[in-house]
Nanobody, 124 residues
Framework: VQLQASGGGLVQPGGSLRLSCAVS????????IAWFRQAPGKEREWISC????????YYANFVKGRFTISKHNSNAMVYLQISSLKPEDTATYYC??????????????????WGQGTQVTVSS
């Protein structure tokens, strides 16, 4: 399975973005797809995950309703909608999956397949 993240860019505070993760090499209904982010000088942190077989979603506590994960099985895409963007949301955003278990977990080490990352910069 291969993942490719896209949709990042420069956004003003308060704006919105939708990030996309294209899944190839496997059917989308066979495992969980997670989103992480990593800001300069900080550790990579888990944001959300969606179980692509049943659509169950999981979110980190800091999300507080500003992030929404979704999937579109027919075109093998997983999305992360981010609203009310803040400068502290500036980071490289990654999608990831664990080919072995397909489970949603909140640890970086639980995932063995990563997309290349897409940069989100929130600045006026």
């Amino acid at each position: 399975v291969q993942l490719q993240a896209s949709g990042g860019g420069l956004v003003q505070p308060g704006g919105s973005l939708r990030l996309s993760c294209a899944v190839s090499g496997s059917t989308l209904d066979s495992g969980g797809i997670a989103w992480f982010r990593q800001a300069p000088g900080k550790e990579r942190e888990w944001i959300s995950c969606i179980s692509t077989d049943n659509g169950v979603t999981y979110y980190a506590n800091f999300v507080k309703g500003r992030f929404t994960i979704s999937k579109h099985n027919s075109n093998a895409m997983v999305y992360l909608q981010i609203s009310s963007l803040k400068p502290e949301d500036t980071a490289t955003y990654y999608c990831a999956t664990d080919r072995a278990s397909g489970l949603c977990r909140d640890r970086v080490t639980a995932y063995d397949t990563w997309g290349q990352g897409t940069q989100v910069t929130v600045s006026s």
